[in-house]
């Protein structure tokens, strides 16, 4: 019999393309989520998986969904991320990343990004020039999937004061609950689409408690941790407490498609200056 969960995912079970989710089922991998209430009602916009429901149900309990500054490392060609939601409500904030982008933001409107390859020696240095003329202080979420030196990435911003309200660091799940492991420091690092990458769930789940956070969620597929500033700990007192039962195990089968394909022109609308998405054109 399916659990409330299964019955969610079972469209993804009967596609003709999830035999992997079908494998995951039947080997009991798939981690009853509707114990947290942060992932118990799975919501996708524009993310991975269901990380934008987590975060929306996150920064409704501070008290902060509306309005805010988000700053985004890692952003592919910044189609699918954890911060478009965001900018589609009204945020504004800061993109970093390696790739080009397949829109280009509007000319002073909400999002700034510039291009670049992300090492100890200039994280801080880019990252708070592309938050100008705003500062470190004015950050209510961070978002890091650089896909290896996300740890010493992470770390290296909570050393230099970066306190969001809340973090969104992947996690590489092919280590269990309760590992302690690091991908060692290589600024030339590239990923090779294989398990050598970043650090363990557990490892990220000690840095952010030591730095006076607490994790409350992880993304569906098991690719993101979430934690939130120890100042919202009563705001959270249904959350599980204990990391096993936040971890998510690896499910990196495809996930199903909501809606159409992203626009370059949706995309760079949501980046107007004002809540109002409309397209620039040129027309008189």
Same mark, same amino acid.
């Given at each position: 019999?399916?659990?409330?969960?299964?019955?969610?995912?079972?469209?993804?079970?009967? /596609?003709?393309?999830?035999?992997?989710?079908?494998?995951?089922?039947?080997? %009991?991998?798939?981690?009853?989520? @509707?114990?947290?209430?942060?992932?118990?009602?799975?919501?996708?916009?524009? &993310?991975?998986?269901?990380?934008?429901?987590?975060?929306? %149900?996150?920064?409704?309990?501070?008290?902060?969904?509306?309005?805010?500054?988000?700053?985004?490392?890692?952003? %592919?060609?910044?189609?699918?991320?954890?911060?478009?939601?965001?900018?589609?409500?009204?945020?504004?904030?800061?993109?970093?990343? %390696?790739?080009?982008?397949?829109?280009?933001?509007?000319?002073?409107?909400?999002?700034?990004?510039?291009? &670049?390859?992300?090492?100890?020696?200039?994280?801080?240095?880019?990252?708070?020039?592309?938050?100008?003329?705003? @500062?470190?202080?004015?950050?209510?979420?961070?978002?890091?999937?650089?896909?290896?030196?996300?740890?010493?990435?992470?770390?290296?911003?909570?050393?230099?004061?970066?306190?969001?309200?809340?973090?969104?660091?992947?996690?590489? /799940?092919?280590?269990?609950?309760?590992?302690?492991? #690091?991908?060692? *420091?290589?600024?030339?690092?590239?990923?090779?689409?294989?398990?050598? *990458?970043?650090?363990?769930?557990?490892?990220? &789940?000690?840095?952010?408690? /030591?730095?006076? *956070?607490?994790?409350?969620?992880?993304?569906?597929?098991?690719?993101?941790?979430?934690?939130?500033?120890?100042? *919202?700990? #009563?705001?959270?007192?249904?959350?599980?407490?204990?990391?096993?039962?936040?971890?998510?195990?690896?499910?990196?089968?495809?996930?199903?498609?909501?809606?159409?394909?992203?626009?370059?022109?949706?995309?760079?609308?949501?980046?107007?200056?004002?809540?109002?998405?409309?397209? @620039?054109?040129?027309?008189?």
């Amino acid at each position: 019999m399916l659990t409330p969960l299964k019955w969610r995912l079972r469209p993804w079970l009967l /596609s003709a393309d999830s035999r992997d989710a079908r494998v995951a089922d039947a080997l %009991g991998l798939l981690a009853e989520r @509707s114990n947290n209430p942060l992932t118990a009602k799975p919501r996708k916009f524009w &993310s991975q998986a269901d990380e934008d429901g987590i975060l929306e %149900g996150i920064l409704e309990r501070i008290g902060h969904l509306d309005s805010g500054v988000f700053l985004e490392l890692g952003v %592919g060609n910044g189609s699918e991320n954890n911060t478009l939601a965001l900018l589609a409500r009204g945020w504004k904030g800061g993109w970093l990343g %390696g790739e080009k982008l397949c829109f280009q933001p509007q000319a002073g409107g909400r999002l700034q990004f510039r291009r &670049s390859w992300l090492t100890l020696e200039n994280v801080i240095d880019e990252t708070r020039s592309v938050l100008q003329p705003l @500062s470190f202080a004015d950050c209510d979420v961070v978002s890091v999937d650089l896909d290896g030196n996300d740890f010493h990435i992470v770390n290296r911003l909570l050393e230099a004061g970066l306190r969001p309200k809340v973090w969104v660091a992947e996690y590489n /799940s092919a280590f269990p609950c309760g590992a302690h492991w #690091t991908m060692p *420091y290589d600024a030339a690092h590239k990923w090779s689409r294989d398990d050598y *990458y970043g650090a363990s769930f557990s490892s990220f &789940s000690d840095l952010f408690r /030591s730095s006076s *956070y607490f994790p409350v969620a992880c993304s569906a597929q098991g690719a993101n941790l979430f934690a939130v500033r120890d100042d *919202y700990l #009563t705001e959270f007192a249904d959350v599980p407490k204990d990391d096993r039962d936040l971890f998510q195990p690896g499910l990196y089968f495809s996930l199903p498609k909501w809606g159409h394909r992203p626009s370059t022109l949706t995309l760079q609308s949501l980046t107007a200056p004002n809540r109002h998405h409309t397209r @620039s054109s040129n027309k008189t």
